[in-house]
């Protein structure tokens, strides 16, 4: 099993969705996935539409009294831990307990044997539910916008490596996703430059088609089940392909 944590403290980086689009990938490609939502935003568990999610479906068990994973839904050939917008009073709790960053590890390897991927979506924040997830991770995917936020974001993408690296040294960061990409755009074009000069190893840019993304999020589906074939799917096909490769996945294309 491996697990894969989509951070980004900074928020509008496309880490929901390619959580959610890329764990549909790898499902149909015969995989068993876990998508874990730790965002009490709970984007998420809503994009692949569930609403209203108890919370004793969610982490919260896990995170503060390291108990065992609950029971996952069932959505489009993945399995689901929703999250919840209470799930933020598990903060404290973790700060307040030595060790219980690592509860979340210590949960999914009660489960190794039954899922080929976890996909762990955690909260644009640098809070100690983000950190129970990185930590969790055997790698990290890291989506960075082609904006100017993107690249501001940079710094403290950095600090928050040496943090996590302080606990698990060992762990690191799979692949960086540049995101909302126009090639039309000049600025676009110069961030994109920064980043390839400065992160490694950097995947092809997801361009920006923002309607499909959006329209997949209200109908609670992966792109790959609301537009199937469409530029967009495509797109999402290919990172997918990158993310498996740096990650060490096995991953092929259904016919």
């Known amino acids: 099993m491996k697990t894969l944590t989509f951070f980004n403290h900074a928020g509008g980086a496309g880490k929901t969705s390619l959580t959610r689009d890329v764990g549909y990938e790898l499902a149909r490609a015969g995989n068993r996935v876990l998508l874990v939502d730790l965002d009490p935003q709970a984007n998420l568990t809503s994009w692949l539409g569930v609403e209203d999610a108890p919370l004793e479906a969610t982490v919260y068990g896990v995170a503060v009294e390291d108990a065992p994973l609950p029971?996952?839904?069932?959505?489009?050939?993945?399995?689901?831990?929703?999250?919840?917008?209470?799930?933020?009073?598990?903060?404290?709790?973790?700060?307040?307990?030595?060790?219980?960053?690592?509860?979340?590890?210590?949960?999914?390897?009660?489960?190794?044997?039954?899922?080929?991927?976890?996909?762990?979506?955690?909260?644009?924040?640098?809070?100690?539910?983000?950190?129970?997830?990185?930590?969790?991770?055997?790698?990290?995917?890291?989506?960075?916008?082609?904006?100017?936020?993107?690249?501001?974001?940079?710094?403290?993408?950095?600090?928050?490596?040496?943090?996590?690296?302080?606990?698990?040294?060992?762990?690191?960061?799979?692949?960086?996703?540049?995101t909302f990409y126009s090639d039309r755009r000049n600025h676009d074009r110069e961030f994109l430059q920064v980043l390839k000069d400065n992160l490694r190893p950097l995947a092809s840019p997801i361009p920006q088609r923002e309607a499909v993304w959006l329209d997949s999020a209200t109908a609670g589906e992966p792109v790959g089940v609301y537009a199937p074939g469409s530029p967009v799917h495509q797109d999402v096909i290919r990172a997918t392909g990158e993310v498996a490769q740096a990650a060490g996945l096995t991953y092929q294309v259904p016919a």
């Open 71 to 178: 029971q996952p839904l069932a959505l489009h050939g993945m399995h689901l831990i929703p999250s919840h917008v209470d799930l933020a009073v598990a903060e404290a709790h973790i700060m307040a307990q030595l060790g219980a960053v690592l509860f979340l590890k210590n949960a999914l390897s009660r489960v190794e044997d039954q899922y080929d991927v976890v996909l762990i979506d955690s909260p644009p924040s640098l809070g100690q539910l983000t950190i129970l997830g990185a930590l969790a991770a055997d790698h990290l995917i890291v989506p960075v916008p082609t904006r100017q936020k993107g690249v501001n974001a940079l710094q403290g993408l950095q600090k928050a490596m040496t943090v996590h690296r302080r606990i698990r040294p060992d762990l690191n960061v799979a692949l960086y996703i540049p």
